[in-house]
């Protein structure tokens, strides 16, 4: 659209913020116009979250000017920029997942009735008021179901259903789409054309640049905590938009470098034999050798976090055998997986990653400790001479390696995640989805970092919904479906072949 005759709906100016002194934005403007999607762009701790957290009030900013609607706003909480129309999902959706979905709708803000409105929470009218609120997203289902028995894609929606109001003007979401499947991502897009279409002016925050490409208008993009720019879509190119966010050329990967080497019996690492556990994943054969990449296909659901968690003592197998290096192995628990030299990278930071209260030091140093056991105790010094190493590897951006985990940004936290893993020095490292919210850049440089570790013999077992990665860097391929194992392909195989395989179980 254009918006030459149109006024932002929302303009901030001039947005200064700084934690202990220290400024995270400076002078930072973004316009938002009614009826259109607007990606804010940016490098893991560029800011977009801070910006986001003071526009909608979690944050107190330390400068600049917001409008809404041609009027000064100063929005002290949540609830407030949400009375006056701004709408927000943040990185870390604060859903109850076992609370009903329609209690997760009005969680706080019930509609009463009795006396004076005020007496007793009106159960029916929550019920209809959430089917409401969910029609207008397009979502048709039962309301009084726990929020857990639903798939991630759909709590994402309630979060939206949630955040939305009557009156919204403006719906901002960070990241909504980090745990969607391909799939999900679409839906989800349909929802927020549909809400374009109804006027609003919708913010959202993604490290997946197709994504950006396939729904929105116009580009602001951070880079360090300074505004570089506003695009139209259509005016910034992939590889401009990269080199704005980063202040450099950077080429993306796009050809295959999987090398398809072979393997010799003798490297033969790991060997599961109809590995299986009841209810979760149907009996698995599974090989892979030192320094191979085996990439784990499949859709959500389809098994691969179950056999991840099998293959690190995080769910104990009822049937089928696992050899490491030949000697058959029971992993009871993630110690004797670690013991074993075994290492998960999982896919939720939040709640199977970080402990957000101790530092970044302690964080990266926690996994090799426990690979070390009690009898040798890491000293601070080789904590930090650890921590300040992967710090500089993977570029972690933090203020000092003693800084809670829990201040850095949501990128950041998921580097030190992998840094964790990586610290332990396994001989098999299993990555669920790992670069997830990491910024396109880091995300390149990280895989790289991951595939010279494997030339140097660690095997790697690899899972992600980007079956372009997928593909780019295993050396074969194994494809789930249904929670057991359909077939394998090299590496190097096309997209489409895996998606036949994933479809049909066969190509
Ligand atoms: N409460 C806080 N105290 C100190 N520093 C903070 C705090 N919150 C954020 N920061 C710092 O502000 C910077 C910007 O973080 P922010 O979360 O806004 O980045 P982001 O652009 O959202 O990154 P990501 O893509 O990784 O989510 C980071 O360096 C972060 O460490
Ligand atoms: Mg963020």
Redesign the pocket.
């Known amino acids: 659209m254009s918006s030459a005759h149109v006024q932002p709906v929302l303009e901030l100016t001039g947005i200064d913020k700084q ?2 002194g ?1 400024p ?1 934005l400076r002078g930072v403007q973004l316009r938002l116009y009614p009826g259109e999607i607007h990606a804010l762009m ?10 986001i957290k003071v526009l909608t009030g979690v944050l107190e900013s330390s400068g600049g000017q917001m409008q809404l609607g041609g009027k000064t706003i100063r929005p002290q909480s949540p609830l407030e920029a949400q009375k006056l129309g701004i709408s927000t999902v943040y ?1 870390e959706v604060n859903l109850c997942p076992n609370l009903s979905v329609a209690e997760n709708v009005f969680a706080g803000r019930y509609p009463r009735c009795g006396l004076a409105q005020g007496y007793r929470i009106d159960w029916a009218a929550v019920q209809r008021r959430a089917r409401e609120l969910l029609a207008r997203i397009g979502l048709d289902i039962d309301v009084t179901r726990l929020l857990s028995t639903y798939p991630v894609a759909v709590q994402q929606l309630v979060a939206i259903a949630r955040a939305l109001g009557v009156e919204s003007k403006v719906l901002i979401l ?2 909504p789409t980090s745990s969607l499947d391909e799939d999900e991502v679409q839906k989800l897009f349909e929802v927020l054309r549909r809400l374009r279409g109804e006027g609003l002016a919708i913010l959202f ?1 993604s ?1 997946f640049l197709n994504q950006v490409y396939a729904v929105s208008d116009r580009i602001t993009v ?1 880079r360090n ?1 300074e505004w570089v720019g506003e695009w139209m879509v259509a005016d910034l190119p992939p590889q401009a938009l990269i080199s704005a966010m980063l202040g450099r050329e950077f080429a993306v990967h796009t050809a295959t470098t999987a090398p398809q080497r072979m393997f010799s019996a003798d490297a033969l690492l790991l060997e599961t034999k109809g590995l299986a556990q009841s209810g979760h994943l149907q009996p698995v054969d599974l090989h892979i050798h030192a320094g191979e990449v085996l990439g784990l296909a499949g859709l959500l659901g389809a098994g691969r976090t179950e056999l991840a968690r099998l293959l690190f003592g995080l769910e104990v197998a009822d049937r089928g055998s696992l050899q490491i290096n030949g000697d058959t192995v029971l992993l009871a628990n993630p110690v004797d997986a670690v013991r074993h030299g075994i290492a998960l990278c999982p896919e939720e930071r939040k709640t199977d990653g970080i402990v957000a209260e101790l530092s970044v030091r302690e964080n990266i140093a926690l996994a090799l400790q426990a690979r070390l056991g009690l009898r040798r105790f890491l000293s601070v010094p080789e904590q930090t001479a650890l921590a300040e190493k992967f710090v500089a590897l993977l570029g972690i ?3 000092s390696v003693e800084t809670p985990i829990g ?6 936290q998921q580097k030190a995640v992998i840094a964790r893993w990586l610290a332990t020095d396994p001989r098999l490292l299993i990555l669920d989805e790992p670069t997830r ?1 990491i ?1 396109v850049a880091a995300k390149q440089e990280i895989m790289d970092e991951i595939l010279r570790l494997a030339s140097d013999g660690m095997a790697v077992l690899f899972i992600s919904s980007e079956m372009g990665e997928v593909v780019r860097v295993s050396d074969r391929i194994a494809v789930l479906r249904d929670r057991s194992k359909v077939g394998e392909l090299p590496g190097g195989s096309s997209e489409e072949n895996v998606y036949k395989l994933i479809a049909a179980g066969h190509v």
């Not at 940016?42 to 910006?51: C, E, F, M, R, V």
């Not at 201040?407 to 950041?412: E, V």
Request: aromatic share 4%; proline share 0%; glycine share 22%.
């Open positions: 934690f202990a220290n995270v940016g490098q893991n701790g560029a800011g977009k979250s801070t910006l990185q960070d990241e925050v490290h951070l905590g951006k933090t203020a201040l850095l940004s949501g990128g950041n919210g910024d």
